[in-house]
């Protein structure tokens, strides 16, 4: 920008902001406006003073020499297109070598398991049907959720077949067990082609294939969104956090996503519309989460990484709101028990995981059978004692919780068919503990009047925020 005055900001928010100078404190409300977090760059040589150095840190902008803008603008703009995609390849579509004579069990919607003797070279074990397209100058993000005995050797191999052909090769890749501790960034040039992919082993012991995720890449520049983390366990379990520092004044939002077969962050637009830091977290294991619960090493993971950024605003658990809807609901109440939050607020209360499976067979036949797969993986079995189990798992820890300084908004279905009694069971749960809880009952099953409880969910947070936090609705 060369000119003083204030610029025109008709469209916006820009997926890239460039500024060569310091901006106009009359300018800066239009660069907010259009700017979005991890998207601004300013020239090295530039001073940042007062308003505009708020607005680079606030926006968490970084420095780039004049000289090498051309370059970005050739190899990284491609990274910050506005709608992210990511997805995991159905467990379904893998089939296995005929060639393979050793034993092969399928855990649910979860895994598949070999064991036996896979050779003494690098063969194909697994492959996944259907292939997947890579466009002209796309980059694709992979990664494979895989669990081993140490005496197997595993590698994978990606194939490029040219468009319009069934045999022509336009590249072929392998990645071996070092390289697959990282996720895989294939970028295929200017070509265009369709995607085959496959397992090689050798050795002989057990091979558990769990899920190969593939996602549109973002470089070095985040994952699904521009600044988005990722944080990875022992076992290759992900969890991925954006953090938006907002106005950097209390309350740190923090959202956690549902069910989501599509990758990726979801309550960006609302929590964006509200001015305030906020943190989104979303995870995809299993077909579309699973309830934010694991092991151990999964759960404390989660709690340092919240931390973090209260630690980094300066925030006490007195000036932290947790949030979801549907799935998201149990991870916010789950993880409040950690860090006992100002104000929880839900849509579609689900807590009785147990329960949540238990419905399936006579409440909604062939629906969600997912909730299958989370009692097996994290309860161990399907039967009643596992879902006593999984039940008594978010239970016991939320009433080892001190909830005297937190309050409750929720939303939810008089009729759900999923967690029938969560709301009558959170009122019970809480009845002794003095802390403030009010609800809306809205009549439908549990995915009937989605848009009445994000209406009711929004108009709560916007209550909260003006009469706990003083802050006015933005725009």
Not at 88 to 117: C, H, M, P
Not at 188 to 201: H, K, P, V
Request: glycine share 12%.
């Amino acid at each position: 920008m060369k000119e003083s005055k204030a610029p025109k900001t008709s469209g916006g928010p820009y997926d890239i902001v460039f500024l060569e100078r310091e901006p106009l404190e009359e300018e800066l409300e239009s660069l907010y406006r259009v700017t979005k977090a991890y998207c601004l760059f300013i020239l090295d040589h530039v001073k940042l003073e007062g308003g505009a150095r708020d607005f680079f840190e606030r926006k968490k902008g970084k420095r780039i020499r004049e000289g090498e803008v051309q370059e970005f603008l050739r190899q990284e703009a491609r990274f910050f297109y506005p709608k992210p995609y990511g997805e995991k390849f159905r467990l379904k579509n893998i089939t296995v070598a005929q060639g393979f004579s050793g034993s092969v069990k399928w855990n649910g919607d979860y895994s598949v398991e070999l064991k036996g003797d896979y050779g003494e070279e690098l063969r194909q074990i697994v492959c996944w049907r259907y292939n997947i397209p890579l466009f002209s100058g796309n980059v694709l993000d992979f990664w494979l959720e895989y669990q081993k005995d140490p005496e197997v050797e595993i590698s994978l191999v990606v194939t490029e077949i040219a468009n319009g052909s069934i045999s022509s090769v336009n590249g072929y890749w392998e990645f071996d067990e070092e390289a697959l501790d990282q996720v895989i960034q294939l970028d295929n040039g200017q070509t265009g082609g369709w995607l085959f992919l496959s397992l090689r082993a050798k050795g002989w012991g057990r091979l558990q294939v769990i899920a190969l995720h593939d996602r549109q890449s973002r470089g070095k520049h985040g994952f699904f969104l521009p600044g988005g983390e990722r944080y990875v366990t022992s076992k290759r379990e992900e969890i991925f956090c954006y953090f938006n520092p907002g106005d950097r004044k209390p309350p740190l939002n923090i959202y956690f996503s549902g069910y989501k077969t599509r990758q990726g962050f979801e309550g960006y637009y609302i929590m964006e519309g509200m001015g305030a830091p906020y943190l989104l977290v979303a995870e995809p294991r299993l077909e579309g989460g699973s309830f934010y619960m694991g092991s151990r090493e999964y759960e404390r993971l989660m709690v340092e990484v919240i931390r973090r950024y209260m630690e980094e605003l300066g925030f006490s658990s007195r000036q932290v709101i947790m949030a979801g809807l549907s799935m998201g609901t149990y991870g916010a109440m789950y993880y409040g028990c950690d860090i006992l939050p100002h104000a929880i607020i839900l849509g579609k209360p689900l807590a009785s995981v147990g329960n949540i499976a238990g419905n399936l067979r006579l409440r909604r036949p062939g629906s969600f059978d997912t909730s299958l797969d989370v009692l097996r993986y994290l309860g161990g079995n399907t039967d009643e004692r596992a879902v006593g189990k999984m039940n008594d798992r978010f239970w016991d820890k939320f009433d080892a919780a001190d909830w005297d300084h937190s309050k409750f908004a929720v939303a939810y279905m008089i009729e759900d068919d999923y967690d029938s009694d969560a709301y009558d069971t959170l009122l019970s749960h809480l009845a002794s503990s003095g802390v403030q809880v009010y609800g809306k009952g809205l009549h439908g099953r549990h995915n009937d009047d989605t848009n009445g409880i994000v209406g009711w969910f929004v108009s709560q947070y916007d209550k909260i925020l003006r009469e706990d936090f003083g802050r006015a609705k933005k725009g």
